[in-house]
């Protein structure tokens, strides 16, 4: 008798029931808190200076190495529609969730909640959502890192999978590398401290250094084949040409310099006295947790976990900047440090599997909580600041252009089309800074500042977009040296009355600062 087929519904209740409960937990956890956190972001079309220029964008980035980034971004077309983008991309990012929960086998559910919430309150993701044109594609490419290592782990082949989504991760971006990395150290630590022979260690060890080879190989080869069918070669942009030649004794000391920098000064792992307590307190739960558990195991008593502990404080730095490695002459902004929540969703994760019932342990576990939602509200509040200095940097550039627009239609002897040799920056002396939050803002990539203007494409893209006007201004090839010329030098800054004015049939428009050596 022939088998009979399920309906759909029935389809998708058996999936329902197959599916943990902890990975329904961590996708709603991260969708919802994402929607709560981010939704001032997606519900508006508020662009950055990026996104002026990517109203559409087909995301061909091959020359930067993204050669997945196109495909990734497809799915909601190329237009930049931010609620269809941000839905799919906290889709993706609750998918990643709950990847994570699999992979580090959080249990509790509380936990899996403080996972999910940091991760999708951390800043790096708010810098990520400014860029709202590419932000689906970064969030499937993090949910392709985490799964290479969960791939990696589940099955005794697993890395071959393992690898081919990590090379698809770093085809869409290339810097969620390092969080795969860290995730890989945190298994390999893992498995030292299971109770198994040394050489069954050593061979699920290896599996992670076989997807990590393969994965970035793959990358690479695939790269330069699709590089060699278009007939292009990689851009100098982010140092990206300079790709594998970045060893050296001086790249290796920047890397520990700018991870202590970064994670002491940086202003986005802690702001505030609360985050700066709630941090501590994290860890301090782990180092309780980790004492406790060494003792229980005679840890203490084995030379080789001493040399763990200093291998990890030599290795971890180097592993969370690889990306230092691969681009020396790398802008390093924030977008590209989403891994330092990687530190932080660990130690809920370590807490959560190896406190004991003791009275220790059990504050330990309370510690941990308590931190985690100290860290996510003020994560959460940091990026909403950061979204509402967005807007107001959108209506300043709106106020601002539609006096200057005003003043360059109004200039005798202007025409519809007429060349316009224009600098981007705004001049901050007739203009002084306007922005309050400086202080919160200052390294969120994407939010902070005080107007989207910095390249006269900048200007025409926004009038054209935002004000329905078209201007032709020129690049900076075709300006020539216009910008060294005495004439444009002895202009003053708009508004100033002789910051527009036309030059053998050339509108000169000045809005950088007055004077200049």
Avoid at 206 to 214: D, K, R, T
Avoid at 351 to 360: E, T
Avoid at 450 to 477: C, H, K, Q
Wanted: proline share 3%; aromatic share 14%.
């Amino acid at each position: 008798m022939a088998k009979t087929l399920k309906t759909p519904t029935e389809c998708m209740m058996q999936w329902g029931r197959a599916i943990k409960k902890e990975y329904k937990t961590a996708f709603v956890a991260a969708f919802v808190m994402g929607l709560l956190i981010h939704m001032p972001a997606i519900l508006s079309d508020v662009p950055n200076h990026d996104g002026l220029g990517s109203m559409y964008f087909d995301q061909n980035m091959i020359t930067s190495g993204r050669w997945f980034l196109t495909v990734a971004c497809g799915f909601s077309s190329y237009f930049t529609i931010p609620w269809v983008i941000g839905l799919l991309g906290l889709a993706f990012l609750g998918l990643a969730a709950a990847a994570l929960t699999a992979l580090l086998e959080i249990k509790d559910t509380l936990s899996v909640v403080a996972v999910s919430g940091l991760l999708v309150s951390f800043p790096a993701l708010a810098s990520t959502i400014s860029y709202v044109f590419t932000m689906d594609g970064y969030m499937l490419a993090l949910l392709l890192a985490v799964c290479s290592v969960l791939c990696t782990k589940k099955w005794k082949w697993g890395f071959v999978p393992g690898a081919l989504c990590l090379a698809f991760s770093m085809g869409t971006y290339q810097s969620y590398l390092p969080f795969a990395i860290l995730l890989c150290y945190y298994q390999v630590l893992v498995i030292f401290m299971e109770q198994e022979k040394l050489i069954e260690k050593l061979k699920k060890c290896a599996n992670y250094l076989y997807m990590g080879v393969l994965g970035v190989a793959l990358y690479y080869i695939i790269l330069q084949v699709l590089l060699a069918i278009q007939g292009k070669e990689l851009a100098s942009y982010q140092g990206i040409d300079g790709m594998s030649s970045g060893f050296s004794m001086s790249s290796i000391a920047h890397m520990y310099r700018d991870f202590l920098s970064f994670t002491v000064k940086g202003n986005v792992l802690f702001n505030n006295i609360y985050s700066l307590v709630a941090v501590c307190l994290l860890f301090s739960a782990v180092v309780v947790v980790a004492g406790r558990r060494s003792i229980q195991r005679k840890w203490w008593k084995s030379p080789g976990f001493y040399v763990i502990i200093a291998l990890s404080a030599v290795v971890l730095p180097l592993v969370t900047n690889v990306i230092l490695l691969i681009s020396p002459q790398v802008t390093y902004h924030l977008l590209m440090r989403y891994q330092w929540v990687v530190y932080l969703i660990l130690a809920v994760a370590f807490v959560q599997r190896y406190a004991d019932r003791s009275n220790a342990g059990t504050r330990a576990c309370w510690a941990m909580l308590f931190a985690a939602v100290v860290l996510i509200f003020n994560y959460a509040v940091t990026d909403n600041i950061g979204y509402s200095n967005l807007e107001k940097r959108y209506e300043k550039t709106y106020a601002y252009c539609m006096r200057l627009l005003d003043r360059i239609e109004q200039t005798e002897g202007y025409y519809q089309g007429i060349p316009i040799a224009m600098v981007g920056v705004v001049g901050y002396n007739p203009y002084p800074v306007t922005d309050i939050t400086l202080d919160v803002t200052a390294e969120l990539t994407g939010l902070n500042g005080d107007t989207l203007l910095y390249t006269g494409e900048n200007y025409e893209v926004f009038m054209r977009n935002y004000l329905g006007a078209s201007l032709n201004i020129m690049t900076p090839e075709e300006m020539g040296d216009i910008y060294f010329s005495q004439e444009y030098i002895e202009m003053e800054s708009f508004p100033a009355e002789s910051s527009v004015k036309i030059v053998d049939g050339i509108m000169y428009v000045k809005t950088e600062n007055v004077g200049r050596d």
